[in-house]
């Protein structure tokens, strides 16, 4: 069992940054591929980055690549995402997701563990 904890969302303004933070629980987080994902109020729930469990290699999707950033630190078991240049559709909840194996896919329902999510607000 994982448990993630989000946080550093935030109200920002556009142009703006913010850096998110993922706390895994365990003993077995370098194990997992990472993602991120958000959902904005009626829209499904979209990848926006992802890392494979030793941190090698990262994945964006294209509306965010240049401005964000995903990177993880398994000696603390937590994983980021710097958002630079923040535009006011980038606004949503954030969460952390976490999938046992190499790759982070991204298709939501691939994931096995889920974090409660972290607001993301940007103001134009």
């Known amino acids: 069992q994982v448990q993630l904890v989000e946080s550093g969302g935030g109200v920002v303004q556009a142009g703006g940054s913010l850096r998110l933070s993922c706390a895994a629980s365990?003993?077995?987080?370098?194990?997992?591929?990472m993602g991120w994902f958000r959902q904005a109020p009626g829209k499904e729930r979209e990848f926006v980055a992802g890392?494979?469990?030793?941190?090698?290699?990262?994945y964006y999707a294209d509306s965010v690549k240049g401005r964000f950033t995903i990177s993880r630190d398994n000696a603390k078991n937590t994983v980021y995402l710097q958002m630079n240049s923040l535009k006011p559709e980038d606004m949503a909840v954030y969460y952390c997701?976490?999938?046992?194996?190499?790759?982070?896919?991204?298709?939501?329902?691939?994931?096995?563990?889920w974090g409660q999510g972290t607001q993301v607000t940007v103001s134009s």
């Open positions: 365990g003993r077995t987080f370098s194990s997992y591929a």
């Open positions: 890392v494979t469990r030793g941190g090698g290699s990262t």
């Open positions: 997701a976490a999938k046992r194996g190499f790759r982070p896919p991204d298709d939501p329902p691939e994931y096995e563990f």
